[in-house]
């Protein structure tokens, strides 16, 4: 019997608990040009920082980002909110892509197309792009990934404001 004659409440969890959902989000605005048939990666834009209070632990280089090592699989998702515009007239499909690439800034990981047919405005579109990392030898951890918007158009686009928010959904450990 509980203190004061009642049932005992249920049990509760048998160590701490982990925060399971952790996030960094980097940020940028400026004025950068990405040529028709090039890849700008995003951490490589001058001024991208790292915004205060994030979580997940990422530390930035001088062209990706590298996760902390967990022992388990866990769940990435990378969340890209870009403004700017688009060259071409208003009528006609203009299409870029939002990647994840491994550090040779060659090799794809993820791939995502967005397209403006109306006007020259892309203000706030956002992509996600899921993936997952592992453990100390995962190349997310070892090498980072890059992200960034390969502009598959024939026209330029000039970026005004970056934000990529780096989610990661991690197992217990």
């Known amino acids: 019997m509980g203190f004061g004659g009642g049932l005992p409440g249920p049990t509760g969890p048998a160590g701490p608990t ?25 951490f490589t834009l001058s001024g991208i920082t790292k915004a205060s209070g994030g979580t997940l632990g990422a530390t930035q280089t001088a062209s990706s980002i590298k996760f ?14 870009i403004t700017g515009t688009i060259g071409g007239s208003s009528g006609t499909a203009r299409e870029w892509l939002t990647q994840t690439r491994r550090v040779d800034g060659v090799t794809v990981v993820g791939s995502d197309g967005d397209v403006k ?21 995962d190349p997310f951890t070892v090498d980072g990934v890059q992200v960034g918007l390969l502009n598959t158009s024939s026209q330029t686009i000039t970026l005004t404001s970056v934000s990529v928010r780096v989610q990661r959904i ?3 450990e």
């Open 18 to 42: 982990i925060d399971q959902f952790l996030q960094d989000i980097f940020n940028w605005t400026g004025s950068q040009t990405v040529s028709s048939g090039t890849f700008r990666n995003f």
């Open 68 to 81: 902390p090592a967990r022992s388990k699989w866990s769940q990435v998702i990378f969340s890209v909110r």
């Open 117 to 137: 047919v109306d006007g020259t405005d892309i203000s706030n579109r956002d992509t996600s792009l899921i993936s997952w990392t592992r453990d100390a030898l």
């Open 170 to 172: 991690i197992n217990p």
